[in-house]
Nanobody, 120 residues
Framework: QVQLVESGGGLVQPGGSLRLSCAAS????????MGWYRQAPGKERELVAR???????NYADSVKGRFTISRDNAKNTVFLQMNSLKPEDTAVYYC??????????????WGQGTQVSVSS
């Protein structure tokens, strides 16, 4: 089993910044990708940013130039630096990790979500 623990969400004013962290733990052998999705009330969950094992980083058009995804390979941790936040960024943000465990199990794993609220 792989566990994802998210932190860093909260309430911030428009134009502010937040940094989300997601630490993956468990019997991880390798990873294909880690990243972030978000879901606003009544909306479909959407990809925010994704950092693959060997490919190019992907960002949603709505966050390009404002958000930066990075990871610490040694700690199996992915970060999302969010700058110039807008009210439309308000959502629950979910960390995910596509990993292979040392038992050879492949799968996508999700965190429980962290609330990001951007409001005056």
């Amino acid at each position: 089993q792989v566990q994802l623990v998210e932190s860093g969400g909260g309430l911030v004013q428009p134009g502010g910044s937040l940094r989300l962290s997601c630490a993956a733990s468990g019997r991880i052998f390798s990873w294909n990708a880690m990243g972030w999705y978000r879901q606003a009330p009544g909306k479909e969950r959407e990809l925010v940013a994704r950092i693959p094992g060997g490919g190019r980083i992907n960002y949603a058009d709505s966050v390009k130039g404002r958000f930066t995804i990075s990871r610490d390979n040694a700690k199996n941790t992915v970060f999302l630096q969010m700058n110039s936040l807008k009210p439309e960024d308000t959502a629950v943000y979910y960390c995910y990790a596509d990993v292979r465990t040392i038992d050879g199990v492949l799968g996508s794993n999700w965190g429980q979500g962290t609330q990001v609220s951007v409001s005056s």
